[in-house]
């Protein structure tokens, strides 16, 4: 069975609830009136704002196009002077390595007279004279050297030409590669659309950034670094003209002194192999005497070993017959005889031991000759040794480097090529 609740739930009176239908009614009127004004405000808005928007990106859209066009005109005008000042940056440097293959020319016959008196250095004892190659090699080298002065003179002008020139050029370089980036900048924002991906809000994207010039600055800034360009290609022009001069006057300067060199190496060369032609005929009679000489010493050798048998065979005789018994050793005439035998064996030892002894002493006499002749034929055949390695190392100066094979090396004391019968001697003496 239902029951009252203790606790009645509040209750409100009719005229409120009358009102309270009221109220919504109105304010539902009232807000929906608001609603429509806001919205005819914000369509006329938007056609507006848009037609603004769509002026003023079709404005900075042309605005870019026609930046785009100058910076691109500065861009070709850098362009065509970049290509000039490379072009002349190759001419020099083309001129400058002609200068250099010019010195090194130069340096060649200097390292060649060098090597020359450092190798005629290494003569010996009596060969070591101050003869007119020597001379004739230390004028090569003064001449060389002043040669040199001159070239390098001029290389190092042209060195500080293409460091302006280079300078210059990174300006010129890094004004275009500005003018480069900033195309592509101005083009990738030339390109954008409401539709690219890679649009989005940035902050502060108005502000002035720091570094920033003024139209004026900028133009007057890629002027002064295309005038500077030029002024620089013309200094240059007129350094290679004076460069091409100087090579030309040094060009045939050292030829004549290397003839006179030549010619000097050549004269002593003849002195020394007339010399040399001597000194082995002494010393072929020398080893013809000490052959002979050889020969008779074993001969006397050979006498005295039989002889030494012959006195053996006579002690052993006699010392034999000492042991006769009794009345048997008596002094016969065969004791006379073998005594007499073996006095006249040790005088004849003797008298060939001196002769012996003679005859070492002029075979000693002879090897002492012998080595000082063979020590002189040494010595000039490693001067003519070493001043036909010079007259080699000389044809440096009238053979390309490529096809240069040395005839004859200095330090193993061996041979390219077949040589004279003469100088295979000097090889092997040496």
């Not at 002194?257 to 000097?264: G, I, K, L, P, S």
């Not at 006397?300 to 002690?315: A, S």
């Not at 440096?396 to 090529?417: G, I, Q, Y």
Request: hydrophobic share 35%; charged share 30%.
């Amino acid at each position: 069975m239902a029951t009252l609740s203790v606790k009645p739930s509040p209750r409100f009176r009719l005229p409120d609830w009358y009102t309270n239908s009221y109220l919504l009614s109105t304010n539902a009127e009232r807000q929906r009136d608001a609603s429509h004004q806001i919205r005819q405000e914000a369509r006329v808005l938007c056609n507006e704002t848009n037609n603004q928007t769509i002026w003023d990106e079709h404005d900075n859209r042309t605005r870019l196009a026609e930046r785009i066009d100058t910076v691109n005109r500065w861009k070709e005008m850098l362009d065509k002077c970049l290509t000039d000042l490379d072009a002349e940056i190759d001419a020099l440097t083309q001129m400058k390595e002609s200068a250099e293959q010019n010195l090194q020319a130069k340096n060649l016959p200097l390292d060649v007279a060098i090597e020359c008196l450092t190798l005629r250095e290494s003569r010996r004892d009596i060969d070591v004279v101050k003869d007119l190659v020597e001379e004739e090699l230390h004028k090569e080298v003064e001449v060389t050297e002043a040669t040199k002065k001159a070239l390098q003179q001029k290389i190092s002008q042209a060195f500080e030409k293409l460091c302006l020139l280079q300078e210059v050029r990174q300006q010129l370089n890094s004004d275009h590669r500005g003018k480069m980036e900033t195309l592509d900048i101005d083009r990738g924002c030339y390109s954008l659309n409401l539709k690219s991906p890679n649009i989005s809000l940035k902050i502060n994207p108005t502000r002035v950034p720091n570094g920033s010039t003024t139209l004026q600055q900028w133009d007057d800034c890629s002027q002064f670094n295309k005038n500077q360009a030029e002024a620089e290609m013309k200094g240059a022009i007129e350094l290679r003209e004076a460069i091409a001069l100087t090579i030309a006057k040094t060009n045939n300067e050292l030829e004549a002194q290397r003839v006179a060199t030549e010619f000097a190496f050549r004269k002593r060369l003849w002195e020394m192999e007339k010399v040399y032609s001597d000194l082995k005929w002494q010393e072929k009679n020398t080893l013809e005497e000490i052959a002979e000489l050889q020969e008779d010493i074993r001969h006397l050798e050979e006498d005295l070993r039989r002889k030494l048998q012959n006195l053996k065979l006579c002690h052993t005789r006699l010392e034999t017959r000492t042991y006769r018994p009794n009345v048997e050793l008596c002094r016969d005439q065969a004791q006379y005889g073998l005594t007499e035998e073996v006095h006249q064996l040790e005088a004849t030892t003797a008298a060939l031991k001196q002769k012996l002894a003679q005859a070492q002493d002029a075979l000693d006499a002879l090897y002492q000759h012998l080595a000082w002749l063979q020590a002189d034929i040494a010595c000039k055949a490693n001067s003519m040794l070493l001043d036909t390695k010079c007259m080699d190392i000389r044809r440096k100066l009238t053979m390309p480097a490529e096809k240069f094979v040395p005839e004859v090396d200095t330090f193993t004391r061996t041979t390219n090529r077949t040589l004279s019968p003469l100088k295979t001697c000097q090889l092997e003496l040496t």
